[in-house]
Structures are given as C-alpha cells and as structure tokens.
C-alpha cells in the first residue's frame, strides 16, 4: 500500500495541464452530471471515460479522497486561477452546482474575449510585421540607391537622409518598447508577491484602463460572495472573517481585514466601504439601503450579475476600438513609405 501511495503521488507531480477550452469543457460536463443527481466523485469517474480528461479526473479525485477541498483538488490538476479562486468558497456556502455553473459561465465568457481578441489583432500583426520588413528594406536597399543616383546638396537628398533617420528613430523606438515591455512583464511577476497588497493597489490606481477593470472586478468578486455566504446563514462578522482568511482574492483579503477592524471600533459598515477606491459606491448604497437580510442577499446577487455583465461589455468594447487603432498606424505607415519613395522620384524627375 505504500508503495502504491508513493507511486500515485510521484505521478501526480508529473501532471499535464489541460488547455483552457478542454477545462471549459470538463466544469460544463461536471456541471451537468451534479444536476443529474452524481455525487461528486461518482460524476469525476464518469469523466473518466474521456481519455482527455482522465489525466486530471484522477488527479482531482485523488485529492477529494485524501481530504482536500474542491479548490485544492483542482488546483493540484493545474486548472486556471480563476477557476480555484471561485472555487474555494465551496467551502462555506455549499452550493457546489451553483459555483461551478457560474464559474463555467464566467470562464467561457473570458475563453470568448480572449479568442475575439486574438482574432482582431491577428490580420493587423501580421500586416505590421509585413510592413516593418518593408521599412527595413527600404532603409537598407533602396533609401541608400537613392541617394547615391540623386546629385548632393539637394532636397531629394535631405528628404532621402530624414528618411533614413525616421526609420532608424522608429525601429529603435519600436525594441526599445518591446525590450521593456518584456522586461516589466517579468520584473512585475517576480517581485509582485513581495510587494504589500497596499503598495500594490497605489500602483493599480496609477493605471488608468486597469484601475477600472481592477475596481469592476473587485466589486463583482466582493458582491457575488459575499451574498452567497449570506445564503448558509453566517452572520456578517463569521462572512468577512471567512473572506478575508483567504488568500486567492488578495484585495478582497485585505479589505475584508479592514473591515473587521474598523467594525470592531464601532464604526458603520457604509462609512468604511467608502474608504475603498477599487470597491463601486452602489455596494455601499446597497448596504445602507437593505436591513433585511434575505433583501441584501437578493440586491447582491443581482448586482452581481449586472457587474459581470459591464464587464463582458467593456471587454468588448476595448477589443472593438483595438482594430481601428491598428489600423490608423498601419495606415500611417504606408502614407511615409509612399511618401518616401515617390518624393525623391519628383525631384528626380525635375532635374532632368
């Protein structure tokens, strides 16, 4: 038996992860299998009869059987953030179905966007590498024939050396970018977890476009849980204490933390909701406004939903104006390329 136990559990290291669409997949087949009446580990045997699915099924069983919650099982099957942050508070409110329905639906909305968003910038990306190859042609080949044919001390000549200068000047710029781009993606990844959470939402807040979706996020997170911790009974003290011991929903830890101190001082709920720059004023007009607990349920839950909503449509919109502006550079591009090669031919053309 020890032997067997090592053996599952050196095999559980070396897991594969599922791509994002076949997770879609597995949460939507469990999901169906739940509302049929499976118990839990009953329905993950069932989806073990799809070979792709076999790998993490076992891997999630394993973890259930062993004691550990829905959220660890599945992340120790390498399943995204997302779906073991919405996960993890299956752990006080119980409703198991109607976590991970809600969680598949969320999780195909962002699939969605991220598709959209790869198809609108897939067509322009290419047509800028086209034309980056272009201007390095141009700049390399025939920029240089120019002004080698075209007599010193002329305008074609200044324009034929502006031109070059403005390619050089843009292909600079344009590694410059990409090369820091890069390096801050990895700088932020590896110090991110040392920063205090604090810290951390100063900087958020400098980030125009991120400092919204952060504050929609935050605010359906905090909304959506809220509510339905409210469902299993849990007094207001027992809900936030539970928020804010975990540690997925780090903004939501730390406000949650807040506002245990706070109400212990004696201070209102509404007052130091108000506090909270990534938390929308409707929540705390919905909390001054409801005493009774089942209406604050009811008002959290479809707030909630409206929040996921503006964020699907934000998304969208953002992804939408993302193509125009493609575009408008590209077009600009093909202007000086224009520009730069018929201009110095003019000149040509008027000395002879």
Known sequence: MRMV???????????????KEKQLRFLKRLTR??????????ALEVLKWDKDMTESTTIITYSLKSGKTIDRAFEEAH??????????????NNDLVGSIEKCAYIFQQRIHNEKKFKQILRYPLILFVIFSLLLYFMKQFVLPSFANIIPNETDSTWTVIFS????????????????LAILLSILWIWIKPK????????????????????????????????????????????????????????????Y???????LSNGVHL????????????????????????????KDLSIYSEMLLEEIENKTVKIITLLQP?????????????????????????KTI
């Open 325 to 349: 502006v493609f575009f408008i550079i590209l077009g600009a591009f093909i202007i000086f390329i224009y520009v730069t090669l018929m201009w110095p031919m003019f000149q040509i053309i």
């Open 195 to 254: 920063i205090p959470i604090q810290n951390r939402l100063q900087i958020y807040e400098r980030i125009p476009i991120f400092r919204l979706y952060i504050k929609t996020q935050t605010s359906y997170f905090f909304a959506t849980h809220f509510s339905s911790l409210l469902k299993t009974g849990m007094s207001f003290k027992e809900i936030l204490k539970n928020m804010s011991e975990q540690q997925k929903l780090p903004i939501i830890s730390y």
């Open 270 to 297: 509404e007052h130091v909701l108000s506090k909270f720059q990534f938390l929308q004023k409707q929540l705390q007009s919905i909390f001054q406004k409801e005493t009774d607990i089942e209406m604050l349920e």
């Open 33 to 42: 299998l739940l509302q049929n009446g499976y118990p839990i580990i009953q």
């Open 256 to 262: 949650t933390t807040i506002l245990i101190s706070e």
């Open 5 to 19: 136990s090592f053996k599952k559990k050196v095999w559980l290291v070396h897991k594969n992860k599922m791509s």
């Open 79 to 92: 399943f995204h953030h997302f779906i073991t942050s919405y996960l993890y508070f299956v752990r006080t």
């Open 164 to 179: 070059i200068k403005i390619i050089d000047f843009l292909g600079s710029l344009l590694l410059t970018t990409i090369s």
